[in-house]
């Protein structure tokens, strides 16, 4: 009975203990990025404290910073004023009441001066830690600025030379950067537009009153800014998925690659003592990334009316404390919500702050841990790959690098294993090169006096009787007489539909072997998941369409070719991805980035020789000259685009029929 009763309780205490689990687990998923680059399930980072100001009446928080100190500061647009307080949420003083109308903006520098972006008066204001007005700066008086230049600070941040940089409404031509005293020094870290294919080719042929009577791309105006302890600058820009989030160094230049994030709803940015970069959007969605750009965690969401804690309605502000608080502003809800970090979070940080110091070894032990929890974790499999490389376990370091998709850590560690693969094997290579030279050289000499390859030459020469097989041949005469291969496949019927479609075949399962089977370093499929009937498009759809438009563009032009004479010559005109392709695939798993022009190269020369060929083609089938031929080319390129444009168009025409043919019945199925 004893027994019976302890069995009942600790069950009646793991449920408790289960039960409280679930009603203490947080409101949001926490997802990171795996090794391909989804976005996966994690453990929980941050978990959500409560309000801080819960005791002080806030109205419109709009920015929120922490001084060294730990000293919050908070700008209320709606109370036109900056509340200071300490990490409990205890109020200091405030600052600037009776004296701001719109504070949107709040720094604090190493001196304990309070600059706040006052977007009403159109001013950053300078106060002491008492509240007294130090100074204020004005719209620039330099010609420099630009007389139609908006002056509207919204953020505002200072560097330890006391410059200022000002984030101003509609500012399109960057950050306004000021000296201490006040003077424009000019504009820094200005966006740029995304260049496309179509506004490169529009530059190109229009003339230069053209382009000035095309309307002007303005690149927009970053939102907010961030600067770190090395003084560093970060900058987020609404409404563009283009260069979306920057870190500027000294000269303004971005050194975050430009496809970093795609969201346009970003709002504000903060860095901690350890280079992390925190953004939150208007969704509530936070992101922290590492120094060197690599997503770490993204977390929290938007409030569906629950008012959980962890969910927001209109995010205005983020900062992080020295202990790894994050702290987040809600304009609409008027309170600042607190995240603290959760143990599996710690274990990142530590782990990662070694790997940034280069003590890849000694940052093992975190790592290991972080994939006994995740074993998705991208970063994790790329720390460890490089502790591995620094002890010399390459093997094991190659394992790693392919776990993490890093193309170039598996080079490095690759180049080692294949270095010592060769150390070990190379004596052993050149024994068998020598006792195959050897023995074909004495089967040769027997075969002179025996003739004891008759057998295989004889069944060569059988089967090579057989037009099927002497058309599927006739291919690699197109290596050495293009021209008259040619000439022979259109006036002698060298070739048949049948060799060319068999090839065409041929040509599609060789591709899918190049695609899916190329050396990791080379590939570019890594983890992406395929589809067979994509693939078949990717190869047959341009060949089709070039067939067909050529054709008919060459009938049209009086080309003398027949459509079955396009059919077999192009995929003849292919004879170099038939030749090429495979070795190229096999030699790309023993190459290594360092090696990379021998596959390039050869892909290239691939390439340009099917060209060649293609081009040879349609010269001698249609009987044109030079001239025609490249004019014949140009209309069928023109021609496929057309033809591919009409099918689209025809493609989601029959889908909206059907949409509304299918929204008919449906409407008179629910009334009948």
């Known amino acids: 009975m004893r027994r019976i009763i302890k069995f009942f309780l600790c069950i009646s205490t793991?449920?408790?203990?289960?039960?409280n689990r679930v009603s203490a687990?947080?409101?949001?998923?926490?997802?990171?990025?795996?090794?391909?680059?989804?976005?996966?399930?994690?453990?929980?980072?941050?978990?959500?404290?409560?309000?801080?100001?819960?005791?002080?009446?806030?109205?419109?928080?709009?920015?929120?910073?922490?001084?060294?100190?730990?000293?919050?500061?908070?700008?209320?647009?709606?109370?036109?004023?900056?509340?200071?307080?300490?990490?409990?949420?205890?109020?200091?003083?405030e600052v600037g009441s009776g004296e701001l109308e719109i504070p949107t903006g709040v720094f604090v520098d190493e001196n304990g001066h309070i600059y706040v972006a006052d977007y009403g008066k159109s001013k950053v204001i300078v106060f002491s830690q008492n509240g007294e007005k130090i100074k204020e700066f004005g719209r620039p008086e330099s010609p420099l600025f630009g007389k139609t230049s908006p002056y509207k600070p919204q953020k505002v941040a200072v560097d330890k030379r006391g410059n200022i940089y000002i984030i101003g409404e509609g500012s399109n031509n960057g950050i306004i950067q000021l000296s201490r005293n006040g003077d424009f020094l000019g504009y820094f870290g200005v966006n740029r537009t995304e260049v496309s294919l179509i506004g490169i080719i529009r530059d190109l042929i229009s003339t230069d009153e053209q382009k000035a009577r095309l309307f002007m791309k303005i690149p927009p105006a970053p939102n907010n800014i961030a600067i770190d302890n090395r003084g560093l600058l970060y900058t987020i820009t609404k409404g563009t998925t283009y260069e979306v989030i920057k870190k500027l160094n000294i000269a303004g230049q971005n050194m975050f690659p430009s496809d970093i994030s795609d969201d346009p709803n970003l709002v504000d940015i903060t860095v901690d003592a350890n280079g992390n970069i925190f953004i939150i959007n208007a969704d509530g969605k936070i992101f922290e990334y590492d120094s060197n750009g690599n997503l770490l965690f993204v977390f929290g969401g938007k409030d569906d009316g629950s008012n959980r804690l962890g969910l927001f309605?209109?995010?205005?502000?983020?900062?992080?404390?020295?202990?790894?608080?994050?702290?987040?502003?809600?304009?609409?809800?008027?309170?600042?919500?607190?995240?603290?970090?959760?143990?599996?979070?710690?274990?990142?940080?530590?782990?990662?702050?070694?790997?940034?110091?280069?003590?890849?070894?000694?940052?093992?032990?975190?790592?290991?841990?972080?994939?006994?929890?995740?074993?998705?974790?991208?970063?994790?499999?790329?720390?460890?790959?490089?502790?591995?490389?620094?002890q010399q376990d390459y093997e094991?370091?190659?394992?790693?690098?392919?776990?993490?998709?890093?193309?170039?850590?598996?080079?490095?560690?690759?180049?080692e294993v294949r270095n010592i693969w060769l150390q070990n094997h190379l004596e052993t290579i050149l024994y068998i090169i020598i006792l195959a030279v050897i023995l074909w050289k004495i089967l040769k000499f027997f075969d002179q006096r025996k003739n004891i390859f008759n057998p295989v030459r004889t069944f060569w020469s059988k089967c090579k009787s057989y037009k099927l097989v002497k058309d599927l041949l006739f291919l690699f005469r197109f290596i050495r007489h293009p021209i008259d291969s040619f000439y022979d496949m259109k006036r002698y019927g060298r070739g048949s539909i049948l060799s060319a479609t068999i090839l065409y075949i041929i040509l599609f399962v060789f591709y899918l072997i190049f695609r899916f089977q190329t050396g990791f370093i080379f590939s570019t499929v890594k983890g992406q998941e395929t589809n067979l009937m994509i693939e078949s498009a990717v190869v047959f759809v341009p060949v089709i369409s070039f067939i067909i438009v050529n054709y008919l563009v060459s009938t049209i032009n009086d080309g003398e070719g027949r459509l079955r004479d396009v059919y077999i010559g192009t995929v003849y005109s292919l004879v170099p991805i038939f030749i090429i392709i495979l070795p190229v695939t096999l030699?790309?798993?023993?190459?290594?980035?360092?090696?990379?022009?021998?596959?390039?190269?050869?892909?290239?020369?691939?390439?340009?020789?099917?060209?060649?060929?293609?081009?040879?083609?349609?010269?001698?089938?249609?009987?044109?000259?030079?001239?025609?031929?490249?004019?014949?080319?140009?209309?069928?390129?023109?021609?496929?685009?057309?033809?591919?444009?009409?099918v689209v168009i025809i493609f989601v025409l029959i889908d909206e029929v059907y949409n509304f043919v299918y929204s008919i019945f449906k409407e008179v199925m629910l009334r009948v």
């Not at 806030?58 to 910073?65: A, G, L, R």
């Open 14 to 19: 793991i449920f408790f203990l289960f039960t």
């Open 25 to 93: 687990s947080v409101p949001y998923i926490t997802r990171t990025l795996s090794a391909d680059g989804k976005l996966i399930e994690t453990q929980t980072a941050y978990t959500p404290l409560g309000n801080l100001f819960s005791y002080i009446d806030i109205v419109s928080p709009e920015d929120i910073f922490i001084d060294q100190k730990g000293n919050i500061y908070l700008a209320d647009s709606g109370a036109k004023k900056i509340i200071i307080s300490n990490h409990l949420g205890t109020e200091i003083r």
């Open 313 to 390: 309605k209109q995010p205005s502000g983020i900062a992080v404390d020295q202990s790894g608080h994050i702290y987040v502003a809600d304009k609409e809800m008027g309170m600042v919500q607190v995240f603290e970090p959760t143990e599996f979070l710690s274990i990142v940080h530590e782990g990662l702050e070694l790997y940034k110091e280069g003590l890849y070894v000694e940052s093992q032990e975190y790592w290991e841990k972080v994939i006994n929890l995740n074993s998705s974790f991208g970063l994790a499999h790329t720390a460890m790959g490089k502790a591995y490389f620094k």
């Open 396 to 415: 094991k370091a190659l394992e790693e690098y392919l776990l993490a998709m890093d193309v170039e850590g598996y080079s490095e560690a690759f180049w």
């Open 587 to 646: 030699i790309s798993h023993a190459l290594t980035l360092n090696e990379a022009f021998i596959y390039e190269f050869s892909l290239t020369v691939m390439i340009a020789w099917s060209l060649t060929l293609l081009f040879i083609m349609i010269k001698e089938v249609h009987n044109f000259t030079i001239s025609e031929t490249i004019k014949n080319i140009i209309i069928t390129i023109f021609g496929m685009l057309i033809l591919w444009l009409v």
